[in-house]
């Protein structure tokens, strides 16, 4: 489980499969560090996505060794917590990790290619209550995200990326859409090259996937 600190800190939560991790989960959550003025992003590694089937998914250590490989050196952390307290839904992990690290500011952040899902997930509505969101820039769904159906109530709550940085003293419900770098990137392209790339040597596979 992640550390608690003797400070308040700016924290971003990134959660996903991570199936596998890979140099653009990296790139971009470094660029939302900057955009954010975050002192580090925590990786959520999810032991299963209630909206993702469980066919083509690795294990869960292997994927939370990967994860921890491509964010080394880095202000990204990668994190157990769902599995070690038992949550599968997010409004749940987060309502956790408010009541674990209350002097934390939290801001979840999501994929543009996750928005148009938002509206499935468990008590959305009260999730975008209890934290700010930032929408990360994926290559080719700017527009689908913006008219996703969960955007017709979040839409009066849009905040200019210009003014990012400021989050901490936005009242959620709140959302950012960031203006990132592209990465082109793809899980799903990395587990076609390499459907079993969770059994090789770990070195091995962290240098596959830096790969196109």
């Not at 017709?152 to 959620?172: D, E, H, M, Y």
Request: net charge positive; charged share 20%.
């Amino acid at each position: 489980m992640l550390a608690s600190g003797p400070m308040a800190r700016r924290i971003g939560l990134l959660g996903g499969s991570f199936n596998p991790a890979h140099r653009g989960h990296r790139a971009t959550s470094l660029a939302a560090i900057d955009a954010l003025g975050l002192d580090e992003i925590w990786w959520l590694v999810s032991p299963g996505n209630p909206l993702k089937p469980s066919k083509g998914m690795a294990p869960y250590d292997a994927r939370l060794r990967f994860a921890r490989q491509i964010a080394r050196r880095s202000r990204i952390k990668v994190s157990n917590f769902e599995a070690e307290v038992g949550t599968i839904y997010t409004v749940d992990t987060v309502a956790a990790l408010l009541g674990h690290w209350p002097r934390h500011d939290f801001i979840w952040l999501m994929g543009e290619d996750t928005v148009a899902q938002f509206h499935q997930w468990k008590d959305w509505r009260r999730l975008a209550g209890m934290v700010p969101i930032a929408v990360l820039s994926r290559p080719g769904y700017d527009g689908a995200a913006r008219a996703a159906r969960a955007m017709g109530w979040l839409r009066r709550f849009v905040r200019p990326s210009a003014t990012a940085r400021n989050w901490t003293k936005w009242s959620a419900p709140a959302i950012t859409f960031l203006c990132l770098p592209p990465d082109p990137t793809s899980a799903t392209r990395l587990r076609v090259l390499d459907p079993l790339w969770y059994r090789r040597p770990p070195g091995l596979t962290a240098r596959r996937s830096t790969l196109s």
